[in-house]
């Protein structure tokens, strides 16, 4: 059996009312991140402004040191909801399977009220993007159901940590 390897992971969070004081759902997610030993490289709260998020989410693609970024926040349909959107325009592949796994997972604890959430993966620079909802709930549903496994480079029969020395090949 191979042995783990602890990928790099930077947790923003998307609100325009959320402070490191009561930012669970960011919390929620570095607690996950180093609990499966992982390296939590940097976490953010940025308000809901496209230009600010896109910003940032540049300088961790940037980056060497971040092989993934988790977003919490900003997945709705309100007007001020524009995580997908900053994403979805930076990503060089998506991975629409993820949005549909999550609203599936979803589904099963809050029946049609999943449709609302426009979750979103994609990879830019050999970097991993997952934009997950707000909520306490969807970030453990997110994490514990889906990118614990993924980020796990021993799962089985295959995970996205064994794909990133390849993701920047043309």
């Given at each position: 059996m191979s042995e783990k390897k602890c990928v790099n992971i930077a947790v923003l969070t998307?609100?325009?009312?959320?402070t490191e004081a009561d930012d669970?759902?960011?919390?929620?997610?570095?607690?996950r991140i180093k609990g499966a030993g992982h390296h939590l490289v940097e976490k953010k709260i940025i308000k809901d402004e496209i230009d600010l998020l896109q910003e940032q989410l540049k300088k961790w693609i940037a980056s060497p040191d971040v092989d993934a970024?988790?977003?919490?926040?900003?997945?709705?349909?309100?007007?001020?909801d524009i995580t997908p959107?900053?994403?979805?325009?930076?990503?060089?592949?998506?991975?629409?399977?993820?949005g549909e796994l999550f609203r599936m997972l979803s589904y099963?604890?809050?029946?049609?009220?999943?449709l609302q959430?426009?979750?979103?993966?994609?990879?830019?620079?050999?970097?991993?993007?997952?934009?997950l909802p707000?909520?306490?709930?969807?970030?453990k549903d997110?994490?514990?159901?889906?990118?614990?496994?993924?980020?796990?480079?021993?799962?089985?029969p295959c995970n996205l940590v064994e794909l990133m020395p390849r993701l920047l090949e043309r």
């Open positions: 998307v609100s325009d009312t959320r669970k759902s960011g919390q929620t997610l570095v607690d970024v988790i977003a919490t926040g900003g997945t709705g349909v309100t007007g001020r959107e900053a994403f979805e325009e930076l990503y060089e592949k998506s991975i629409p399977g993820f099963e604890s809050i029946k049609t009220s999943s959430s426009r979750c979103t993966a994609g990879v830019a620079n050999g970097t991993f993007l997952f934009a707000g909520s306490t709930g969807a970030c997110g994490w514990d159901q889906i990118l614990v496994h993924q980020l796990d480079s021993t799962h089985k």
